[in-house]
T-cell receptor, first 115, second 116 residues
Framework: AQSVSQHNHHVILSEAASLELGCNYSYGGTVNLFWYVQYPGQHLQLLLKYFSGDPLVKGIKGFEAEFIKSKFSFNLRKPSVQWSDTAEYFCAVRRGGGATNKLIFGTGTLLAVQP | DTAVSQTPKYLVTQMGNDKSIKCEQNLGHDTMYWYKQDSKKFLKIMFSYNNKELIINETVPNRFSPKSPDKAHLNLHINSLELGDSAVYFC???????????????FGPGTRLTVL
């Protein structure tokens, strides 16, 4: 069965530190990849997505992610985090060309940025 | 204007009761979803409707019954509530996959259900 792994469950950084959150998936075919963010007490919002083309995707708020097909990975990065980036981050995968828009989510990474 | 809205935001109830959560989207989307987020923040899809037709039905107890009166609404009714049903339930919507390809899902604010 298709699965998504986020190995970092809890990350604590100081402001201005660089961030990289790991995401690996298990499906071998074409995939569409997403990173969502959930700020405390809020709903999920899309940070960025990859469907095809340039494997380096830029999203909102200075986030970017790189799709490495050979590693089945879609890691999220930000060069300099801010206190306001404190949130839960979810990687999600959709099977490309599938008949439904079913998203498989990872277990999430809780990022705490200390001022 | 709220794109995807859910009511109520909080729901506290006793075991054995029947309750409903409502979801509405004003984005003109054709597809709507229900997700369950457990206490460990794990998000799992439960159901999806496309133009009022059920297209995803994960392994969910049949105490859970989604109802889509029109494509802008997808309600979730839960019978005989159990302690394990306590979670945050998120509604989401997206454009029709078949007409627009893979599309972003827009999520509602969530309904925190607590079963006592």
């Amino acid at each position: 069965a298709q699965s998504v792994s986020q190995h970092n469950h809890h990350v604590i950084l100081s402001e201005a530190a660089s961030l990289e959150l790991g995401c690996n998936y298990s499906y071998g075919g074409t995939v569409n990849l997403f990173w969502y963010v959930q700020y405390p007490g809020q709903h999920l919002q899309l940070l960025l997505k990859y469907f095809s083309g340039d494997p380096l995707v830029k999203g909102i708020k200075g986030f970017e992610a790189e799709f490495i097909k050979s590693k089945f990975s879609f890691n999220l990065r930000k060069p300099s985090v801010q206190w306001s980036d404190t949130a839960e981050y979810f990687c999600a995968v959709r099977r490309g060309g599938g008949a439904t828009n079913k998203l498989i989510f990872g277990t999430g990474t809780l990022l705490a940025v200390q001022p | 204007d709220t794109a995807v809205s859910q009511t109520p935001k909080y729901l506290v109830t006793q075991m054995g009761n029947d309750k409903s959560i409502k979801c509405e989207q004003n984005l003109g989307h054709d597809t709507m979803y229900w997700y369950k987020q457990d206490s460990k923040k794990f998000l799992k899809i439960m159901f999806s409707y496309n133009n009022k037709e059920l297209i995803i039905n994960e392994t969910v107890p049949n105490r859970f019954s989604p109802k889509s009166p029109d494509k802008a609404h997808l309600n979730l009714h839960i019978n005989s509530l159990e302690l394990g049903d306590s979670a945050v339930y998120f509604c989401a919507s997206s454009q029709d996959l078949r007409t627009s390809g893979a599309n972003e899902q827009f999520f509602g604010p969530g309904t925190r259900l607590t079963v006592l």
